[in-house]
């Protein structure tokens, strides 16, 4: 047989084939921050349920938005890439910051502003989970350095 087949595959390494897939379940410290990051999404919601109630669109759309994200968030962190944890960081200074601008406005029922303030520390809870040791290290590049 000739080693010269036009339709023999490449054998040249194209460099990133290999994306570092973790193999085995997340530590307890990931599994613990996903669950904060619900508990979070949850208080959010039931402070926010007065004003995504007004019509059944709203609530619905309100509800598959918020599901989305945190599905998405939960599957970013539990297989380890990086973006899930700053982009949930990112969406909760967002989040407090609206909070923070809008924390004198007299419409707002003090058990939403309640509601809220334990989300928030729903969250801190989770960011020092994910981003502290032994936490961060899952989120580490596992491919060999190139050489």
Request: proline content about 7%.
């Amino acid at each position: 047989m000739s080693t010269d087949n036009p339709y023999s595959p490449p054998a040249a390494d194209i460099g990133d084939g290999d994306r570092g897939r973790r193999l085995g379940p997340p530590p307890r410290q990931i599994l613990q921050a996903i669950a904060l990051l619900w508990i979070s999404t949850g208080l959010g919601f039931a402070a926010s349920y007065p004003d995504a109630v007004k019509t059944w669109e709203t609530l619905a759309i309100s509800i598959v938005f918020m599901l989305a994200i945190t599905l998405t968030l939960s599957v970013g962190l539990w297989r380890g890439r990086n973006w899930g944890r700053f982009a949930y960081l990112i969406l909760v200074l967002l989040s407090f910051t609206e909070l923070v601008a809008s924390w004198d406005v007299a419409e707002r029922a003090a058990i939403e502003r309640a509601l809220e303030a334990v989300s928030f520390v729903a969250d801190a809870g989770s960011f020092f989970l994910l981003f502290t040791v032994p936490g961060a290290l899952w989120f580490v590049d596992a491919r060999p350095p190139r050489t």
